[in-house]
C-alpha cells in the first residue's frame, strides 16, 4: 500500500465527464507557487546536479529569446525588449553562484535550491518600495516558472508533450490544444476546476478513454504536486490520500465495470437493430485520423462527425492542402464502404490556433468562430475544401459546414465549393461529383428554419452541445451554471423534432453528433424523436448499441411523446432514464 493512505482521506466533488476510475500521483500545472520537494544527493551525483541546472538555464534562455522574436514581430521591439529583464536573470551572476553553492555544499537537488533562492530573490524585490524593482519581481517569477518547468521536464508551461512517469494531471484549466498535446502515455485522469462536459477538453479525454472530473473550483490551489490521488470518473470524485477502505471499494467498483466491458466486447461485432427490427446507424466522432481504428474497435459504421481542428491547433502553421488531403484520405480509405462526414473546420469558442492572431474576443462562442472564420479566410477555407473534395474520390466522403445560421452563409460556402470544383476539374483532379453536403443545426435559427435549409443540403447533424449552450444561453464551459445545461428542456426536444420533421418532409436523413448521442440515457428519447443516426466519441459506441439492442421503437416513441407534451424538463429527464435503466441496468451500476 502506498504509504498516502496513511495521510488524511479529502474528497473533491466536481463533475463527471469521463468514465473510469485510475489512480496514482498528482501533478498540479499552473499553480502559482508550486512545492518542490528537497532531495539529498549523494557525492557523485553533485556534478550532474549542476549540469542540469546549466541545462535548465540555456534551455530557459532560448525560450525566452523565441518568445520575444514573435513578441518583436507580432507586436513591436517596445514590447520585445520586456523580455531582456527575464534574459538578465538568467545571466545573473550572484543568483547561479548562490544556487551553485546551494547544490554542492548542501548536496540538495537542483529545482529545490533554485525554488528556494530564486523565492528568497523574488520575496526582497517585491518588498521594495519602487515601482520599477517590485515589477522585476514579476519578471523573477516568470523565470522562475519557466526554469522550473525546464528542471521537471515540462518544457514550457503547460506543455504535456514530455512527462517524466505516469501521473494524474490536475490544472485550473485544460485547453483542448493542451490536451490534445499530452503524453499520452504517462497520463492517467485529468481534474480540472473549471469545465463542463461539453468542453472539448472533456471531450477529448473520453476520446482517450482518460478518467476525468471538471468543476472542482480550488482543487488546484489546494492540492500539491506528488500527492497520491484516485480519480472516478463515474461519479465525478477526486480522492486525495484515498484510505484502504475507499480503495478496496473502488476494487470492486471497477471489477463490476471490466464484467460489464467483457458483456459489451460482444455486442461490438453485432447489429445496431432495436428488438422490433429497426436499424439504427451508429456512427463515432473523431478528432484525427489516428482514431480510425478506434472507430472499428467499437463497432461503429463510420464517422458521424470528423472535427478537422485537431489538424490545425498545436503548430506553427496552418496544414497545407496535401497534409490534409492525405488525414482524410486516410480515414476514408481505411472505413470505406462506411461514411465518413468531414465538418469543416470549427476554430473559434475553445479551440484557438498558436499560428493565426485571433482577436481577444469578449465572447469566443459568440465570436469569429467556424464558418465566419472559414468564410473570412477563403484560402484557408478553399485549401480544406479541395482537401476534401480529393479525399471525396477515395471512399465514401461527406462534407458538413459547422455553425450555419442562415441561408447566406450556406449559399456563400457552396459558391467557394463550386469554385473549388471547377478548379479541379480543370487540373484534372478527381474527386466525387456527388459528394453530399450536410449542415450542423446548432444554432437555434437553423433549426428554426430547418425547413428552408433541408431544401439546399443533403442531411443534417445536430450538434446538441452548441445547440443547447445557445438556445437556453448557457455557456458550455462554465462549471457554476452547467446544473442549467439541460438536455431535456422542452425547448430543446422542440427545436430537435422541428428540424426533424423538416428533414423528413425533404426525404434527408437527420443525425445527432453532439455528446447527448453518446449518453445510453438519451438514446430512446432522440430515437422516439425521429433521429436516424447517433454519432458518439468511439469508446461510447458500445454502450449505445448494447440499449439500442434491447429497445424497443414502440417505446421509444411512447417516451418521446410523452416528453413532447411535458413541461418539466426534470420529469423527462427522469422518465428518459427510467427507461434506460429498465432495459439495460447493466450500463448504469457504476454509482457508489
Ligand atoms: C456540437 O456542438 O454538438 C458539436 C458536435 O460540435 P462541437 O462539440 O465540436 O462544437
Ligand atoms: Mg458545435
Known amino acids: 500500500m502506498p504509504e498516502a493512505t496513511q495521510k488524511e482521506e479529502k474528497v473533491f466533488r466536481g463533475i463527471a465527464v469521463s468514465a473510469g476510475v485510475c489512480r496514482g500521483k498528482i501533478l498540479v500545472l499552473g499553480k502559482a507557487s508550486r512545492h518542490i520537494a528537497r532531495h539529498a544527493l549523494t557525492d557523485a551525483e553533485v556534478a550532474d546536479?549542476?549540469?542540469?541546472?546549466?541545462?535548465?538555464?540555456?534551455?530557459?534562455?532560448?525560450?525566452?529569446?523565441?518568445?520575444q522574436q514573435k513578441v518583436t514581430e507580432a507586436m513591436g521591439a517596445m514590447e520585445g525588449r520586456i523580455f531582456d529583464a527575464h534574459l538578465l536573470v538568467l545571466e545573473d551572476p550572484v543568483l547561479i553562484d548562490e544556487i551553485v553553492r546551494l547544490i554542492t555544499e548542501q548536496k540538495i537537488n537542483a529545482e529545490h535550491a533554485f525554488q528556494t533562492?530564486?523565492?528568497?530573490?523574488?520575496?526582497?524585490?517585491?518588498?521594495?518600495?519602487?515601482?520599477?524593482?517590485?515589477?522585476?519581481?514579476?519578471d523573477m517569477r516568470d523565470v522562475t516558472e519557466r526554469v522550473l518547468n525546464?528542471?521537471?521536464?515540462?518544457?514550457e508551461g503547460k506543455n504535456l508533450r514530455h512527462l517524466k512517469e505516469p501521473c494524474?494531471?490536475?490544472?485550473?484549466?485544460?485547453?483542448?490544444?493542451?490536451?490534445?498535446?499530452?503524453?499520452?502515455?504517462?497520463?492517467?485522469?485529468?481534474?480540472?476546476?473549471?469545465?463542463?462536459?461539453?468542453?472539448?477538453?472533456?471531450i477529448m479525454a473520453r476520446a482517450l478513454r482518460l478518467p476525468a472530473v471538471v468543476g472542482l473550483k480550488n482543487a488546484s490551489e489546494e492540492l500539491e504536486s506528488g500527492e497520491y490521488a484516485l480519480i472516478d470518473g463515474y461519479n465525478g470524485v477526486v480522492i486525495i490520500n484515498p484510505t484502504d477502505q475507499t480503495l478496496f471499494e473502488y476494487g470492486q467498483l471497477v471489477r463490476k465495470q471490466v464484467t460489464l466491458e467483457e458483456k459489451l466486447r460482444d455486442t461490438i461485432s453485432k447489429p445496431a437493430v432495436t428488438l422490433d427490427g429497426?436499424?439504427?446507424?451508429?456512427?463515432?466522432n473523431i478528432e484525427q485520423a489516428d482514431d480510425a481504428e478506434a472507430v472499428q474497435a467499437g463497432g461503429a459504421e463510420g464517422v458521424g462527425l470528423f472535427r478537422t481542428e485537431y489538424l490545425f491547433i498545436n503548430r506553427e502553421s496552418a496544414p497545407i492542402e496535401e497534409e490534409q488531403y492525405r488525414a482524410y484520405r486516410r480515414v476514408a480509405v481505411a472505413l470505406k464502404p462506411h461514411h465518413v462526414v468531414i465538418r469543416t473546420l470549427d476554430l473559434g469558442g475553445d479551440k484557438f490556433l498558436s499560428h493565426l492572431a485571433t482577436a481577444n474576443e469578449m465572447n469566443p462562442f459568440l465570436g469569429w468562430r467556424a464558418i465566419r472564420f472559414c468564410l473570412a479566410q477563403p484560402?484557408?477555407?478553399?485549401a480544406q475544401l479541395r482537401a476534401i473534395l480529393r479525399a471525396s474520390a477515395e471512399g465514401n466522403v461527406k462534407m458538413m459546414y459547422p455553425m450555419i445560421s442562415g441561408l447566406d452563409e450556406l449559399n456563400q460556402a457552396n459558391t467557394l465549393v463550386e469554385e473549388c470544383k471547377t478548379e479541379l476539374r480543370k487540373a484534372g483532379v478527381a474527386f466525387d461529383e456527388n459528394l453530399e453536403i450536410g449542415a450542423m443545426i446548432e444554432i437555434p435559427s437553423a433549426a428554426?428554419?430547418?425547413?428552408?435549409?433541408?431544401?439546399?443540403?443533403?442531411?443534417?447533424?445536430?450538434?446538441?452541445?452548441?445547440?443547447?449552450?445557445?438556445?437556453?444561453?448557457?455557456?458550455?464551459?462554465?462549471?457554476?451554471i452547467a446544473h442549467l445545461y439541460e438536455p431535456t428542456h422542452p425547448a430543446i426536444l422542440r427545436l430537435i423534432k422541428t428540424t426533424v420533421d423538416a428533414a423528413r418532409r425533404n426525404n434527408i436523413p437527420v443525425s445527432v453528433c453532439g455528446e447527448m448521442a453518446g449518453e445510453p440515457m438519451f438514446t430512446p428519447l432522440l430515437l422516439g424523436l425521429g433521429v436516424d443516426e447517433l454519432s458518439a466519441t468511439p469508446s461510447l459506441v458500445p454502450q449505445i448499441k448494447f440499449l439500442v439492442r434491447r429497445l424497443k421503437m414502440s417505446e421509444a416513441r411512447a417516451l418521446a411523446d410523452f416528453a413532447l407534451n411535458c413541461e418539466s424538463s426534470t420529469e423527462i429527464l427522469a422518465r428518459s432514464q427510467a427507461?434506460?435503466?429498465d432495459i439495460a441496468p447493466g450500463l448504469f451500476e457504476n454509482k457508489l
Do not use: W
Open 168 to 202: 494524474i494531471i490536475i490544472s485550473h484549466d485544460l485547453t483542448p490544444s493542451d490536451t490534445a498535446q499530452m503524453d499520452k502515455q504517462h497520463v492517467l485522469g485529468l481534474a480540472t476546476d473549471v469545465g463542463s462536459r461539453t468542453s472539448h477538453t472533456a
Open 448 to 480: 428554426v428554419i430547418a425547413d428552408m435549409l433541408a431544401k439546399r443540403l443533403k442531411f443534417f447533424s445536430i450538434g446538441t452541445n452548441d445547440l443547447i449552450q445557445y438556445a437556453l444561453a448557457v455557456d458550455r464551459m462554465n462549471e457554476r
Open 117 to 138: 533562492v530564486a523565492e528568497k530573490y523574488t520575496a526582497s524585490l517585491a518588498a521594495i518600495d519602487d515601482e520599477y524593482l517590485r515589477e522585476r519581481a514579476t
Open 49 to 67: 546536479e549542476v549540469a542540469r541546472l546549466e541545462k535548465a538555464f540555456l534551455q530557459t534562455r532560448e525560450q525566452i529569446l523565441e518568445v
Open 150 to 155: 525546464n528542471l521537471q521536464g515540462l518544457s
Open 278 to 284: 429497426q436499424k439504427i446507424l451508429l456512427s463515432a
Open 579 to 581: 427507461l434506460a435503466r
Open 379 to 382: 484560402e484557408l477555407f478553399c
